[in-house]
């Protein structure tokens, strides 16, 4: 043998197979002598290596607690999160990069107790991300208080005379919550637990693994000697598991292991992405126009009515088509509308401008819309209108006696709208049909200009009606 | 998407989707995580659409708790990682936000804010989550908080808050309010580079192995570190990334002479559009007012603010709450009177009442 050979194979007995995987730096690690996370730790790292996963692809996520310090000593790309938010925390990483394997280690106050709401959210997003929770029925790190896990009776510090909440079962609540693949071992039986592992990361789905290990805080405040030797002598490691090995999660009646779901990854419908209808509209009615230098220096628009009139579609007609008209114009358009979608009053506010728009609501409107006298009503009956104003009126939904008191230099012009698109089309036309009117009557916008952005603003498969009805409000003619 | 010179017609929480992609560019991911509230649901509606369709993930997330987590985990990873929330999400997302300056994860949080506190008025506007922009998280942390006023801005502001969290690993705020967010305005959605990604030592999943802690760590390897020392380290570490380039960061925008000014109004979002038409008005009547617009009110433009003080006259604040930039201001005037014009939410101040208030504190002046 000579020197070198020596100095090599000396070098291979040194180096522990897990070395790679574990952040020297970090050592000793800050675990109780009698605590077995280290264990768990270990097992991550031996299933790792047996699954031949590239480290520089695996992440690891924990939250805040015992466990959750397994992050720290593990030479991998980690995150330690805060409270409760590992899995949240994990669901970003994935999303962002699906090729790495993303894994939560933590607690059972940190998952199942502060982070619980993620815990159940993770079963129903359905992301191949795997969590293992070690259980060791309470808050250990910050002196054992009680947490969802406590078995009933037991004493922690914020119990002292024996805990009088029923815990609720990790198992069976993964297993309402979706998840693919869910299992329960105990620190004591490592193999076990290598094999829950290789099989949790292996599956596509959201994995849950429940690993129920000892904390002496626990041990000495409830006289147990040790739960170590509890899990050892009434844990079952079981082939087969039916329903009644759910709830055999407590130790004290005894403890069911193995694997209580793999399945694969629930069928999802194919994303079908949203294409959009407009241009093939577009195409198919041609309206073509021509933009030109409007003149306007500064003209409020108003629109109001009820809910459900189509006054904030109406509004954006009317923007559209002087975007149309004059793309240099300057133009806001804000709404306002009570809770309910239907019913309510409803209001929205057009500027055009030469100048950019500073404020950006309508205080005097130069020309205004009523699609109904349910704005007016709420102001007391007043109608606001500039003494040289128009307003254009759905006499079929106006009380006209509101218009009486106005200046003689407003111009009023009736028509009603509600009433002709009811006989001849849909009701949800009516603002349509008001504005052919308003076409008519006022020169502000080009009538080409506000075609085209009817079909711009109208529902996909409506183009044609409601091109329609602003033809009937353009022709119309009192009788 | 339009042409050159083809104007949108979008709303201010539609611009933010698009600010989004022209700051990752074809290539970058961007990791949308919300979880609905009004006024900024159409954002997440928006983005449900157009990141998908773009290669990037979009979800729904159980709470804005989550939402938060997982842009800064997302973050991490060198992807555009953003959420928006309206108040109440925002104080859910304060914990998640000193995490993600804890562990450099650069992330966009959007804010359109409403009338508050707690649920107060879903659909109507408010500018009261100023204060906790900056100081709503346990410790000190950077911060930057943009504040946009129109629908363009909004689109550029977004882009902007991508490239400083990118730049700084940072979360940075981007504050809409409701008028903001819904308010339409026809803006060109411009071609701007797409902004550069963090080193590869900064991120997961490039083989460096790193380790991020919420824990007070050491700046070399991120490992925790408790004690005064490393505390000491870090956390003026992490607060200098802002601080040494605050002049850079800050940006704010002067309207009206202000050097001769009797009356300066200092205002940010959409109070600041009354406040434009006002001191128009103001000035056509020959008064010596101007205007100061925050664009970022966090770093605060006080450099600016304490030269202004050089003359003395009266600043008003005019804001949406009940004077929380006010305090700001008050802080770096020590000639001038600092006074507040203020309404407590659901809507802005007209211009005439701007004016009255401005002819106010001019004739309490002669």
């Known amino acids: 043998m000579t020197t070198d050979q020596?100095?090599?194979?000396?070098?291979?007995?040194?180096?522990?197979?897990?070395?790679?995987?574990?952040?020297?730096?970090?050592m000793p690690n800050i675990w109780c002598s009698s605590c077995r996370i280290g264990r768990i730790k270990n097992t991550f790292i031996e299933a790792i290596q047996q699954l031949g996963y590239d480290p520089d692809k695996c992440v690891v996520v924990s939250g805040i607690g015992c466990s959750s310090r397994i992050a720290g000593y593990l030479n991998l790309d980690s995150i330690h999160a805060t409270h409760g938010r590992a899995i949240p925390t994990a669901l970003g990483v994935k999303l962002a990069n699906p090729e790495l394997k993303v894994c939560v280690m933590g607690g059972d106050g940190d998952i199942l107790g502060i982070g619980g709401n993620h815990f159940l959210a993770l079963g129903r997003h359905g992301h191949d991300i795997n969590v293992f929770c070690m259980n060791n029925f309470g808050y250990s790190m910050t002196g054992f208080q009680h947490g969802p896990t406590t078995p009933l009776g037991a004493r922690t510090i914020t119990t002292s005379s024996g805990s009088p909440y029923v815990p609720i079962n990790p198992v069976a609540v993964a297993l309402a919550a979706g998840y693919t693949f869910v299992a329960r071992s105990t620190s004591s039986h490592p193999y076990h637990l290598i094999d829950c592992m290789i099989s949790a990361m292996k599956n596509r789905g959201p994995s849950f693994i429940e690993i129920l290990i000892p904390c002496m805080l626990y041990e000495r405040r409830n006289k147990i000697k040790s739960l170590e030797a509890i899990f050892l002598e009434k844990a079952k490691i079981k082939e087969?598991?039916?329903?009644?090995?759910?709830?055999?999660?407590?130790?004290?009646?005894?403890?069911?292991?193995?694997?209580?779901?793999?399945?694969?990854?629930?069928?999802?419908?194919?994303?079908?992405?949203?294409?959009?209808?407009?241009?093939?509209?577009?195409?198919?009615?041609?309206?073509?126009?021509?933009?030109?230098?409007?003149?306007?220096?500064?003209?409020?628009?108003?629109?109001?009515?009820?809910?459900?009139?189509?006054?904030?579609?109406?509004?954006?007609?009317?923007?559209?088509?002087?975007?149309?008209?004059?793309?240099?114009?300057?133009?806001?358009?804000?709404?306002?509308?009570?809770?309910?979608?239907?019913?309510?009053?409803?209001?929205?506010?057009?500027?055009?401008?030469?100048?950019?728009?500073?404020?950006?609501?309508?205080?005097?409107?130069?020309?205004?819309?009523?699609?109904?006298?349910?704005?007016?009503?709420?102001?007391?009956?007043?109608?606001?209108?500039?003494?040289?104003?128009?307003?254009?009126?759905?006499?079929?939904?106006?009380?006209?006696?509101?218009?009486?008191?106005?200046?003689?230099?407003?111009?009023?012009?009736?028509?009603?709208?509600?009433?002709?698109?009811?006989?001849?089309?849909?009701?949800?036309?009516?603002?349509?049909?008001?504005?052919?009117?308003?076409?008519?009557?006022?020169?502000?916008?080009?009538?080409?200009?506000?075609?085209?952005?009817?079909?711009?603003?109208?529902?996909?498969?409506?183009?044609?009606?409601?091109?329609?009805?602003?033809?009937?409000?353009?022709?119309?003619?009192?009788? | 998407m339009s042409d050159d010179n083809q104007r949108t017609l979008l709303t201010g929480n539609d611009a933010v989707v698009e600010g989004l992609c022209c700051a990752a560019g074809n290539k970058r991911r961007i990791v949308y995580a919300g979880y609905p509230i009004t006024p900024a649901s159409e954002i997440a509606t928006r983005a449900s659409v157009i990141i998908p369709r773009r290669g990037g993930a979009f979800i729904q997330m159980e709470d804005e708790i989550g939402s938060i987590q997982a842009a800064a985990g997302a973050g991490l990873t060198g992807a555009?990682?953003?959420?928006?929330?309206?108040?109440?999400?925002?104080?859910?997302?304060?914990?998640?936000?000193?995490?993600?300056?804890?562990?450099?994860?650069?992330?966009?949080?959007?804010?359109?804010?409403?009338?508050?506190?707690?649920?107060?008025?879903?659909?109507?506007?408010?500018?009261?989550?100023?204060?906790?922009?900056?100081?709503?998280?346990?410790?000190?942390?950077?911060?930057?908080v943009l504040v946009p006023n129109s629908v363009q801005e909004t689109l550029l502001l977004t882009y902007e808050a991508c490239k400083l969290s990118q730049k700084?690993?940072?979360?940075?705020?981007?504050?809409?309010?409701?008028?903001?967010?819904?308010?339409?305005?026809?803006?060109?959605?411009?071609?701007?580079?797409?902004?550069?990604?963090?080193?590869?030592?900064?991120?997961?999943?490039?083989?460096?192995?790193?380790?991020?802690?919420?824990?007070?760590?050491?700046?070399?390897?991120?490992?925790?570190?408790?004690?005064?020392?490393?505390?000491?380290?870090?956390?003026?570490?992490?607060?200098?990334?802002?601080?040494?380039?605050?002049?850079?960061?800050?940006?704010?925008?002067?309207?009206?002479?202000?050097?001769?000014?009797?009356?300066?109004?200092?205002?940010?979002?959409?109070?600041?559009?009354?406040?434009?038409?006002?001191?128009?008005?103001?000035?056509?009547?020959?008064?010596k007012v101007a205007m100061v617009r925050l664009i970022t009110a966090w770093p605060f433009p006080k450099d600016f603010i304490?030269?202004?003080?050089?003359?003395?006259?009266?600043?008003l604040v005019a804001e949406i709450n009940a004077g929380q930039m006010r305090i700001e201001v008050e802080r770096y005037i020590k000639n001038g009177t600092v006074q507040g014009l203020n309404l407590m939410g659901g809507r802005i101040h007209t211009p005439g009442e701007i004016l009255e208030a401005i002819e106010e504190r001019m004739s309490d002046d002669n």
């Open chain 1, 240 to 479: 087969t598991l039916s329903e009644e090995d759910i709830n055999q999660g407590d130790f004290m009646k005894g403890i069911s292991l193995g694997i209580f779901r793999d399945a694969p990854v629930r069928e999802r419908p194919r994303l079908s992405l949203v294409k959009s209808t407009k241009k093939t509209a577009a195409k198919k009615f041609r309206i073509s126009f021509k933009s030109r230098a409007s003149g306007i220096k500064y003209m409020q628009i108003r629109m109001e009515g009820t809910g459900g009139q189509g006054i904030v579609q109406g509004g954006k007609t009317l923007i559209l088509a002087a975007m149309n008209m004059d793309p240099k114009l300057n133009s806001t358009l804000t709404k306002r509308y009570g809770p309910e979608m239907k019913g309510g009053s409803c209001l929205t506010d057009v500027l055009l401008s030469s100048q950019p728009v500073d404020y950006p609501f309508v205080e005097v409107p130069d020309l205004l819309m009523m699609m109904s006298d349910i704005v007016a009503k709420e102001r007391g009956g007043k109608v606001i209108i500039s003494d040289k104003g128009t307003i254009v009126v759905d006499e079929s939904m106006v009380d006209l006696r509101l218009l009486r008191n106005l200046p003689k230099t407003v111009k009023v012009f009736k028509i009603p709208a509600t009433q002709i698109a009811r006989e001849n089309f849909r009701v949800v036309v009516a603002n349509n049909v008001l504005m052919g009117f308003v076409c008519k009557v006022t020169s502000i916008i080009d009538k080409n200009c506000l075609k085209a952005a009817i079909l711009k603003a109208a529902p996909p498969g409506t183009e044609e009606m409601n091109l329609a009805a602003f033809e009937r409000g353009y022709k119309f003619r009192k009788s």
């Open chain 2, 80 to 144: 555009i990682a953003v959420t928006a929330t309206s108040g109440p999400g925002f104080s859910l997302m304060s914990e998640g936000l000193g995490f993600a300056a804890m562990i450099e994860s650069p992330v966009v949080c959007i804010n359109v804010q409403r009338g508050g506190p707690s649920t107060g008025m879903p659909t109507w506007m408010g500018q009261g989550d100023m204060m906790q922009a900056r100081w709503g998280t346990h410790g000190d942390r950077p911060v930057i």
């Open chain 2, 306 to 315: 304490r030269k202004l003080d050089k003359k003395k006259r009266v600043y």
């Open chain 1, 6 to 26: 020596s100095e090599e194979s000396n070098m291979e007995i040194n180096q522990h197979p897990y070395a790679d995987l574990l952040r020297k730096e970090m």
């Open chain 2, 168 to 287: 700084y690993l940072i979360p940075v705020a981007l504050m809409l309010d409701e008028i903001i967010g819904h308010m339409e305005e026809p803006i060109t959605i411009p071609e701007l580079p797409p902004i550069p990604s963090a080193p590869d030592v900064e991120i997961i999943g490039k083989g460096h192995r790193l380790h991020r802690t919420g824990l007070t760590h050491d700046l070399e390897m991120h490992l925790p570190r408790i004690n005064p020392d490393a505390q000491e380290k870090l956390v003026r570490y992490l607060l200098d990334k802002i601080k040494k380039d605050a002049k850079k960061i800050v940006r704010y925008e002067s309207f009206g002479a202000v050097e001769d000014a009797e009356v300066i109004i200092i205002c940010y979002g959409s109070e600041s559009r009354s406040v434009r038409a006002a001191v128009k008005q103001a000035r056509k009547k020959k008064l």
